[in-house]
């Protein structure tokens, strides 16, 4: 299992890094539609959808999405969906922690599929319009090693020092010992990046600042995702990754992450929120 999974890894890590430095915009742009395509076609498992409406609920969900992310649609309606992103996760952390004490509706497979794509089309819109910035690949990633450098402490600290559950009801393995680690690991990475372009343009604080805040919001990602396998049933959102389980298990701290990322770069001035149209 180990050896399927660190196979897995570095084979995801070769494809993304070659789309990201050497191949043309619209290979990312395909990425990404094609990785909302397989979370929501995972997703809508999860609610309980199968055959020829699960096909069509994908469907749409891309073909939406395109439209919102690639239309040129205008930098107020672009910040507002981002803020639906960020408004949404800040929404969906209550549900986490308050778990079955939340009213019944928001168990229901109606409701998941409702909230699918308000989860992916802010994230899909973040990843691509940080792309769309000069170093445009920097900033990709450099959100996604906060997702993995995050997760990867985490995981190490909650071995070695974890105690106290973080939310038992959802993920008995996590600890908030790992959480701590996470935080530190974080710390440490956001350090060393901002010695080099294009991180070195942001204020020390900032940037620190903003790579924690993300890093919150990955743990509450990762979370919901749990829930959601939880309520299904399930202990992984699909087979389609040897070791890891499904698209969704790989990128849901990252859905939760992007939204964060890039509108704390709005803010600060780096994210213009351009996307270009199609490549």
Not at 179 to 206: D, K, N
Not at 250 to 272: C, E, H, K, T, W
Request: include cysteine; aromatic fraction near 12%.
């Amino acid at each position: 299992m180990l050896k399927k999974r660190i196979l897995t890894a570095l084979m995801l890590a070769m494809l993304l890094m070659t789309t990201l430095f050497w191949l043309p915009p619209l290979a990312f742009q395909l990425l990404m539609a094609l990785v909302v395509a397989l979370v929501a076609f995972e997703w809508a498992a999860l609610a309980g959808w199968r055959g020829w409406v699960r096909t069509a609920y994908v469907t749409s969900i891309v073909l939406g999405g395109a439209v919102l992310v690639f239309a040129p649609l205008g930098t107020s309606f672009h910040l507002g969906l981002l803020i639906v992103g960020v408004v949404l996760w800040l929404l969906l952390s209550l549900r986490v922690f308050l778990g079955a004490h939340v009213p019944n509706v928001f168990h229901h497979a109606r409701f998941k599929l409702l909230l699918a794509p308000l989860v992916l089309w802010p994230a899909w819109f973040a990843l691509e319009s940080l792309h769309a910035q000069p170093d445009g690949a920097w900033w990709v990633l450099g959100a996604l090693m906060v997702v993995w450098v995050a997760d990867s402490a985490a995981f190490f600290a909650g071995k070695m020092f974890g105690r106290v559950k973080l939310a038992p009801h959802i993920s008995p393995g996590k600890t908030v010992e790992g959480l701590l680690g996470a935080l530190v690991g974080v710390t440490a990475y956001a350090l060393i990046a901002h010695a080099f372009q294009p991180f070195a343009q942001l204020p020390l604080w900032a940037w620190c600042a903003l790579t924690l805040t993300v890093t919150l919001f990955s743990v509450i990602g990762d979370l919901h995702e749990s829930l959601l396998k939880r309520e299904a049933g399930v202990k992984d959102s699909g087979t389609l990754l040897p070791g890891h389980g499904g698209v969704f298990d790989r990128v849901d701290s990252l859905l939760a992450a992007a939204p964060i990322m890039a509108f704390g770069l709005y803010l600060l001035g780096v994210n213009g929120l351009g996307v270009g149209g199609l490549a």
